[in-house]
């Protein structure tokens, strides 16, 4: 038990010092709400671009 844990914990730090660090801050936020307009903006631009093919 304690290597697995040992072993554990330095996969999730690189994991979180490499690609947590990006795509958390812009998915946690969009997620919460925070960010909204951005998605609303993305699905209109989605949208608009369907519409006009």
């Known amino acids: 038990e304690g290597a697995q844990?040992?072993?554990a914990?330095?996969?999730q730090e690189g994991a979180q010092?490499?690609?947590a660090q990006q795509p958390t801050p812009a998915t946690a936020p969009t997620q919460g709400g925070v960010?909204?307009?951005v998605n609303v903006t993305t699905t209109v631009d989605?949208?608009?671009s369907l519409?006009?093919?």
Do not use: D, F, I, L
């Open 51 to 53: 519409a006009k093919n």
């Open 46 to 48: 989605a949208n608009t």
């Open 17 to 19: 010092e490499e690609g």
């Open 5 to 7: 844990a040992a072993q």
């Open 9 to 11: 914990a330095p996969v």
């Open 35 to 37: 960010n909204s307009p």
